[in-house]
């Protein structure tokens, strides 16, 4: 998959987070990649900081998007507003956690 550099960072990122210290983002995130070899499944856990390939079971944010929409939000070459504005990232579930943590990133 293209968007792997970007899943990496994303794991090097929740990996620092201190349990022990304050943090801005307690949710659940469950990312439906699509790629062109199917769609990646992918779980983003910040209540227990853990990141991985699956399916979370009562995931609080649902955000589903294209590999390219994906590093190009990784790589912060659109932001997070302007790519769901423009529909290249959808989501569903709690929008004040996906804001949250779109605010973080």
Known sequence: MKCDAVIEKIKARVTGIDANG???????F????EAADGVHELVVDL????????KAAG???VINLKDEDFIAVGTKAISVHDAVGQGKVKMS???ALFQALVDAI
């Open 30 to 33: 469950q990312l439906n990649i």
């Open 22 to 28: 304050p943090r801005k983002v307690l949710g659940v």
């Open 93 to 95: 579930g709690d929008e």
């Open 47 to 54: 209540k227990d900081l853990k990141v991985y390939d699956g």
């Open 59 to 61: 995931a609080d944010v």
